[in-house]
């Protein structure tokens, strides 16, 4: 837009210099017309008169001169006429002149001086007046002089009316310019460019009904090259569909985002997927004028991102971002990503007192502490149950609406904050299948018992077809939570329980990223354009190692209890001061609430304690950053890392360790992890410590540091095999089909 208006300003300042420059000339023309002109009469008046006034002069017959002049004065453009002797006294004057016509005698004077007829422009009381005076002789002597006084106010007026058309017809012209620019603009280039980037779009969306390159000769180049660019992407994806669909058929072939596609077809049979959660994978903010848009940091967002990317699909979450209302359309609804659309997301929007009680109060003060054993106590209140209630009676509602269309939708929920949905939307659409994942820990039932709500809880779920844990304990908590809570059957073997003729099937599906070869990250954020190619200049390191934390900022992560390892390890083992810089990421999360801004305070005095104690010129223990990165960026900073540290209190899996694994595809770098977080059931090459025992995660560290690259290289492997096996869409593929095979 900026350029657009640049590009108008630019014609219209071209137009102006162009209209000024005829003006002008047209004006100076004119100017000098109207002056010659009024000379010309007054010179062919006053020698007619000379040749009367002379004798009468000489004679000294006033009477007659008054006579001559006064019949003369006010005459169309004629002021009037004076005659002076040649000492400069007045003899006639018009009486249409003012009494005070001294500029007039002056060029008289110098006219008499000269014995050279002579005028000029002089103002009479503001007036404009052309004074013309011819000398008057007797004989050959000058006696005096005949002056003609001519109105000159017309010249001004006659130039001002040119410089006012030219003025108008600049504006006209500016005006229709600037209309014809933006037509053409539109027309020409806008039109023609957007036909071209839709046609490219649908290419890359893969959908039936596809644009073809329209035909617009201006762009025929471009057109030829996006033509065979549309071909060429048509041919590798049905290359690539067939590989997927071959490989389907070999179970040890890798798992991508083709081969999840080929399954869905193959066992969904075109069935649409909704997936629903309160975080949704694109936040739109504004600065100013401008609209920009985050992935946020959320495990479960990074999860589920690319299995919709490649199944499409549509995806109803909470609209948080302060410019989220300002891009979707009526419905609510945006395509993304972004940039280069994929499947659909739904917006729905809460307002201060829901998200107040649901999000933070239930979901964030109740249930997360309840399933996260750190210690931090659950709240439980009841307006915040009476809200958590609501909006889940509200996503019930969109969801319902939006698969009325649809024969047996597949609906996959996400995560706690919406444990009263399934139930909510079987009641409405008993044909839908319904798949929740609960993305954190399930705690042992005691532990469970103390929720005031865990009745209406657990009923809710259980309108689940599918619940979804990350691991075996998790699943053996919930059902042994359910036979301490619900009247209902227990089916141990099949891992089902079944409640008023409906069955729930329990499962874990330890969750992971997508990965397949190399780290494959998706640079989907548009909020930090910052090169963190060069971590090390940037932060100003020198150390020989490198540690690294990537969590957000949560009491459940560790973080205090990771600076203590570091504070301990620092102290047993000075040697590797100056020589170890841990960098910790950590953006805010979650910040209305108390527990978490006391958290992040707890966070930052501990890490200037211990930079207190230990630091020295030009190094610091500890680098924290309080930023969210984009993956793109933190791939960086997992690369530089010797040791990755992840010292989950409790954790239900925690992808940071294994997008720190699939980031080293150089094979370096060592992950230390806590027996707490459900990653170190599958990643059991990392060093596995309890984040509680100082001791033992310094000497983790210590280890993790001197260990040799021939280890590292050994260890690493493994691990890199496991997340490459087990990847997001191998988790999607199984728990697909697990619930298709439900009906
Ligand atoms: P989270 O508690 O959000 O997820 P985790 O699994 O570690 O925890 O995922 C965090 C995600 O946020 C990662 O993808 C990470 O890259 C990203 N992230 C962290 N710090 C960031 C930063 N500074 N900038 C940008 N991104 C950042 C919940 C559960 C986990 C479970 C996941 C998925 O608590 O146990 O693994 O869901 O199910």
């Known amino acids: 837009m900026k350029r657009i208006i640049a590009a108008i300003l630019l014609i219209i300042a071209i137009v102006s210099l162009t209209v000024v420059f005829f003006a002008f000339t047209q004006v100076t023309n004119e100017e000098l017309r109207l002056r010659n002109d009024i000379q010309y009469r007054s010179t062919l008046l006053a020698e007619s008169l000379r040749e009367t006034v002379e004798p009468n002069f000489i004679n000294k017959s006033e009477k007659y001169l008054q006579g001559v002049v006064e019949k003369y004065a006010n005459k169309e453009r004629f002021a009037g006429l004076a005659i002076v002797d040649n000492q400069n006294n007045i003899v006639a004057v018009s009486s249409t002149l003012p009494n005070e016509i001294s500029e007039a005698q002056k060029i008289a004077g110098d006219v008499m001086d000269s014995d050279k007829a002579n005028g000029d422009f002089v103002n009479f009381k503001d007036k404009k ?7 008057l002789h007797d004989d050959k002597s000058v006696v005096g002089s005949l002056l003609i006084v001519q109105n000159a106010g017309y010249i001004n007026t006659r130039l001002t009316d040119i410089w006012k058309t030219n003025l108008i017809r600049l504006f006209t012209q500016a005006f229709f310019l600037s209309v014809a620019t933006l037509l053409i603009l539109r027309w020409i280039i806008y039109e023609p460019i957007k036909s071209l980037v839709d046609s490219i779009k649908s290419a890359q969306l893969n959908t039936d009904n596809k644009k073809s390159v329209p035909n617009i000769p201006l762009f025929n180049p471009l057109i030829k090259e996006l033509s065979n660019i549309q071909r060429n992407l048509t041919e590798a994806r049905s290359v690539a569909s067939e590989e997927a669909r071959l490989r389907l058929e070999k179970v040890d072939s890798p798992w991508t985002a083709e081969r999840l596609k080929e399954f869905i077809k193959d066992t969904l049979k075109g069935r649409t997927i909704i997936v629903v959660s309160n975080r949704e994978p694109y936040i739109h903010t504004k600065e100013g004028n401008k609209i920009s848009y985050y992935f946020p940091a959320s495990g479960m967002v990074t ?3 690319p299995i919709i990317q490649a199944c499409g699909g549509i995806w109803i979450a909470h609209g948080s971002g302060d410019a989220d209302k300002l891009v979707v359309d009526k419905d609510n609804k945006i395509k993304v990503p972004p940039n280069e659309p994929k499947y659909t997301l739904k917006r729905i929007w809460l307002d201060e007192i829901e998200e107040k009680g649901y999000y933070y109060g239930f979901s964030n003060e109740g249930l997360w502490p309840l399933c996260h054993l750190a210690h931090t106590r ?36 996400q995560d706690y904050h919406f444990a009263l949905l399934p139930r909510m939307i079987k009641k409405g659409r008993p044909d839908a299948v319904i798949g929740l994942f609960w993305h954190i820990p399930w705690p042992n039932s005691e532990s469970f018992s103390i929720c005031p709500f865990r009745k209406d809880l657990l009923d809710g779920l259980l309108g689940a077809d599918l619940l979804g844990f990350h691991t075996q304990l998790h699943c053996n908590n919930f059902i042994d939570t ?21 069955t729930t099937r329990i499962k874990p599906f330890p969750i992971s990223i997508a990965f397949y070869n190399g780290f494959h990250y998706q640079s989907h954020d548009q909020s930090s354009q910052i090169n963190i190619s060069n971590i090390r200049k940037q932060l100003n390191i ?21 600076f203590k390892a570091i504070e301990y390890f620092l102290e047993k083992y000075p040697s590797y001061k100056n020589r170890f810089t841990f960098i910790q990421i950590a953006p805010p999360s979650r910040s209305k609430i108390k527990r ?18 230990f630091k020295s010129k030009g190094w610091e223990p500890i680098i924290f950053l309080k930023k969210r990165y984009n993956h793109e960026e933190l ?23 294994k997008e720190f694994i699939a980031a080293r595809d150089d094979e370096r770098g060592v992950l230390i992890l806590s027996q707490f977080a459900g990653s170190s059931r599958e990643l059991k090459d990392a060093f596995i410590v309890n984040p509680y025992n100082t001791e033992h995660m310094s000497e983790a560290i210590k280890s993790g ?16 095999e496991i997340v490459k096996n087990y990847n997001i869409y191998r988790w999607s593929a199984e728990l697909l089909k697990t619930m298709a095979n439900l009906e």
């Open 482 to 502: 359910i036979g301490r809570e619900l009247e209902s059957l227990i089916d141990w073997e099949q891992f089902t329980v079944t409640k008023n003729d409906h």
């Open 303 to 305: 999860a589920i991102e």
């Open 378 to 413: 659950p709240t439980f209140r009841k307006e915040d149950w009476e809200e958590y209630k609501r909006v889940n009676g509200k996503f019930a509602s969109a969801v319902l609406s939006e698969i009325k269309k649809y024969n047996k939708p597949i609906i996959l929920l």
């Open 129 to 135: 007046m052309y004074v013309f005076a011819v000398p």
């Open 705 to 720: 540091l001197e260990m040799t690259p021939s280890e590292q290289i050994r260890k690493i492997r493994k691990m890199r």
């Open 542 to 562: 020198k150390s020989e190692y490198i540690g690294l934390g990537v969590d957000r900022l949560d009491y459940t992560k560790g973080i205090i209890e990771r």
């Open 596 to 613: 978490y801004k006391d958290f992040e305070n707890e966070v930052v005095m501990e890490f200037e304690r211990i930079n207190q104690k």
């Open 635 to 657: 791939n960086h900073f997992y690369r530089l890392a010797n040791i990755c540290l992840v010292t989950s209190l409790h954790d239900g899996m925690n992808l940071v360790a």
